[in-house]
């Protein structure tokens, strides 16, 4: 006995001698308690899955697993899976591999480069990890390289609406694409409001703003909005309305943003939205909680058709404060998980078929069943993500890193590991099981890819001028 503690003491001396600090004040790895075995093992998974990056695909976006090799998203690579897995290496203790990304981002990356990027990928994983890589490590230069970033992408914000363009070019600022989605239409105020605080430069929260007011204004008279829009005549091109793939984020971000940043419009923004979504959108069929797809104009459902991406919803839910609703949705994604010991891409709930049956390792459901193990303290969150990292381990897992699902009906792989893997999926699975205290839930907050910032960074007193929004 006596030895254990002397052991415990020592390891404590060391890490105390070994600890850093970053800008935050958040504490380096080696403070945190012993881990837990299974946080322990996806710890250890990541850094294979890290290594294999490495080693195939380096300096490329994305590894592919099985023919152990790599591919880009567009003419040139843009290093996403990096700066995607930048913020999980970080918060997992694997501080030397961060710091190799954070170095190559000063070094080597230049973003003058002659490709057409899609605005709202970029935002959220390019945009949001450089901000989230010097929220973590306090290093300015990485912020004049989110900035840089960031004034590549706002041509696109320059259209008739105010709704960004689907593509802008990185060089030369040229914009293509006048119809996008709601998502691609406005998720933009989190990461832009982020750099208006650092930048004390209200121009990029103003335009990330200007665009989701632009989609709002366009509700119907029953205060639904449609799902796809033409950027130019802000005419709706699909009155679909739905919190699926395609709509997701901009829910996401009128929350998070209202609560990172205290602006009241989004607040009473989402109010109104998360109203109407219940009352229209929601459907209790065969003893579960859907939600389906409405006609904007008349509220009435007309697809029963949805995505995985949809089991974002449960933690928005949790975080607003509608706890019975949040537990209900996760128990209807919980079964579906179940039906398939993963999911599919698109499912339709009345007709019980998958639509389309791939699974990508996306995050969602197990996003929500971190929020929903944290926030209710309940042992069945916990159980439900040991379950789908069980399974995951047991289709997805491949001799060098993780693999897709081509059809979860027969388990056959996909040669693709997505970069949300690295920056979502791992972390939340991580988080889950982790003991550590350095990455309290209360503390922080994620972008839509799971990049955290750090609450309090954020001063109430400096977000409404720093931004431009009215107290
Ligand atoms: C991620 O890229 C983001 O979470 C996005 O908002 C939607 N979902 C994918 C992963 O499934």
Redesign the pocket.
């Known amino acids: 006995m006596k030895n254990i503690f002397l052991l415990i003491f020592f390891a404590g001396i060391l890490t105390a001698c070994n600890s850093t600090s970053s800008k935050n004040g958040s504490n380096n790895s080696s403070e945190k308690l012993q881990e837990t075995e299974l946080a322990q093992e996806v710890i250890d998974e990541t850094l294979r899955s890290w290594k294999s990056y490495k080693k195939y695909a380096w300096g490329h976006d994305v590894l592919s697993p099985l023919s152990k090799s790599h591919s880009d998203w567009y003419e040139k690579p843009l290093y996403i899976s990096p700066i995607d897995a930048y913020s999980t290496l970080y918060v997992m203790g694997l501080t030397q591999e961060a710091k190799e990304i954070e170095q190559y981002v000063i070094d080597s990356l230049d973003f003058n480069i002659d490709i057409d990027a899609k605005i709202?990928?970029v935002n959220?994983?390019i945009l949001g990890g450089l901000l989230s890589m010097y929220d973590l490590s306090g290093n300015k230069l990485i912020l004049d390289k989110a900035q840089d970033f960031a004034d590549r992408m706002m041509p696109a914000f320059d259209s008739p609406t105010g709704i960004p363009y689907y593509w802008v070019n990185l060089k030369t600022g040229e914009v293509k694409g006048n119809q996008v989605n709601v998502?691609e239409a406005a998720?933009y105020t989190f990461e832009m409001g982020i750099l208006s605080y650092y930048t004390q430069d209200t121009k990029y929260y103003q335009a990330g703003k200007k665009a989701t007011l632009a989609i709002f204004e366009r509700r119907s008279e029953i205060g639904l909005i449609g799902d796809i829009i033409n950027v130019e005549t802000g005419e709706w091109v699909s009155t679909q309305s739905h919190i699926c793939?395609g709509v997701?984020?901009y829910y996401?971000y009128l929350y998070k943003s209202f609560l990172l940043f205290g602006d009241q419009e989004l607040g009473e923004i989402w109010d109104g939205s998360i109203t109407v979504i219940n009352k229209f959108l929601a459907e209790d069929y065969d003893n579960k909680l859907w939600y389906g797809r409405a006609d904007m104009y008349t509220g009435e459902l007309e697809s029963s058709v949805v995505t995985?991406?949809d089991a974002?919803f449960p933690a928005i839910l949790a975080i607003s404060g509608d706890i019975d609703r949040a537990k209900e949705f996760q128990k209807t994604w919980d079964w579906l998980w179940n039906k398939y010991n993963l999911e599919p891409m698109i499912y339709d709930y009345k007709n019980e078929t998958p639509n389309w049956p791939v699974y990508?390792?996306?995050?969602?459901i197990i996003?929500s069943a971190y929020y929903l193990s944290k926030i209710t303290g309940e042992d069945t969150y916990h159980k439900m993500n040991e379950q789908y990292w069980s399974d995951i381990k047991e289709f997805c897992r491949t001799d060098v890193a993780f693999t897709s699902i081509e059809d979860v009906q027969t388990m056959e792989k996909k040669d693709y590991m997505?970069?949300?893997f690295f920056?979502?999926?791992l972390k939340y699975l991580y988080l889950t099981f982790s003991n550590q205290e350095t990455y309290k839930f209360d503390e922080y907050m994620f972008n839509?890819?799971?990049h955290p910032f750090m609450k309090s960074n954020f001063d109430r007193n400096k977000t409404a001028q720093y931004l431009g929004f009215e107290k």
């Open positions: 709202f990928e959220i994983r998502a998720s793939a997701d984020s996401e995985l991406y974002f990508d390792l996306n995050p969602e996003e997505p970069t949300f920056a979502e999926t839509t890819e799971a």
